[in-house]
């Protein structure tokens, strides 16, 4: 047995009705995934989620494994809820005695799928003393309220109609609204040296207005503030083809450089090619998803 780490509050009853039963199951041996769940949670108690999935699950598959993410509760001063390298080996240790014939566990990172919201809503403004400034701060706050509610966690559902009526219940004097979901990842760029990326965004993709792409922030080579944008390929209805542009003196876009790159819609992956950067910076592309309603899978995280 190794130092015990990872301190948490005591137990609650629900957690402890979730948990005795599958202990008993258990038996002390990790034989199915919510064995190895149960196991780890009472090796470690300050884990906020965890998921286990079969290597036959994996994408790609690999047979005789069996894959582990955990997210952490965040501690004081912390922003990384995710396992540092002592603590992984700490769970893989503690695991190797309890683990069926073999079978080999690995720990995976989450994975983030970020989703950016577009929220707007009608209101009567004889019905609230509020202003709209007030209003829209509210709206916020459920929306806050529904990601640490509902999502941030490996069964973390995000459902459309489920924050649509949170939204609409915010206040009386709120009449209807709508709300866009897309989803949105962050590259980081260095200087010096073409960098080629490769975005995994989770989610099968869509395009909207023949764009796949709304939004891409921009970064400087050459003094330039250059974008990334996207447009059809004649080859297949799968792929979107990625190019570069700037906007000239009259605020219109012109294209530097067209096939830089590629999107993946049914598998939502996003390959980018060869770019150059004055300085370090980042970028971020939010994209279409194919459905509103966006379900994690294996190691994701909705939030």
Do not use: C
Request: hydrophobic share 35%; glycine share 4%.
């Amino acid at each position: 047995s190794g130092k015990s780490f990872g301190g948490a509050d005591r137990e609650s009853i629900s957690s402890i009705k979730y948990n005795a039963p599958l202990q008993y199951i258990a038996q002390n041996r990790a034989v199915t995934a919510d064995d190895y769940k149960t196991l780890i949670y009472n090796r470690i108690p300050n884990i906020k989620s965890i998921t286990v999935w079969g290597g036959e699950e994996n994408d790609p598959p690999q047979y005789g494994k069996v894959f582990i993410s955990v997210r952490k509760h965040l501690e004081n001063n912390s922003t990384d809820d995710f396992l540092n390298d002592m603590e992984k080996q700490e769970i893989l240790s503690y695991l190797n005695d309890k683990k069926v014939l073999s079978i080999i566990p690995e720990i995976i990172d989450p994975e983030y799928v970020n989703v950016v919201l577009d929220v707007l809503f009608k209101y009567n403004r004889n019905l609230t003393t509020y202003t709209q400034v007030q209003l829209e701060n509210l709206v916020k706050q459920s929306v806050t309220k529904f990601n640490n509610e509902y999502l941030d966690s490996f069964d973390g559902v995000f459902r459309h109609s489920m924050l649509s009526k949170i939204v609409d219940s915010t206040s009386p004097s709120i009449l209807n609204s709508h709300i866009r979901v897309y989803v949105s990842k962050t590259v980081q760029l260095i200087s010096g040296s073409p960098q080629s990326k490769t975005l995994k965004y989770g989610v099968a993709l869509t395009v909207d207005d023949d764009i796949a792409i709304v939004n891409s922030t921009g970064w400087t080579y050459e003094g330039i503030t250059y974008y990334i944008g996207d447009e059809s390929d004649a080859k297949s209805n799968d792929f979107r083809n990625l190019y570069v542009y700037y906007y000239d003196s009259d605020n219109k876009p012109v294209i530097r450089e067209r096939n830089i790159g590629k999107i993946q819609l049914s598998t939502g992956l996003v390959e980018i090619g060869q770019l150059l950067t004055d300085e370090d910076t980042s970028i971020t592309l939010d994209l279409i998803p194919l459905s509103n309603d966006i379900a994690p899978k294996r190691n994701q995280l909705v939030r």
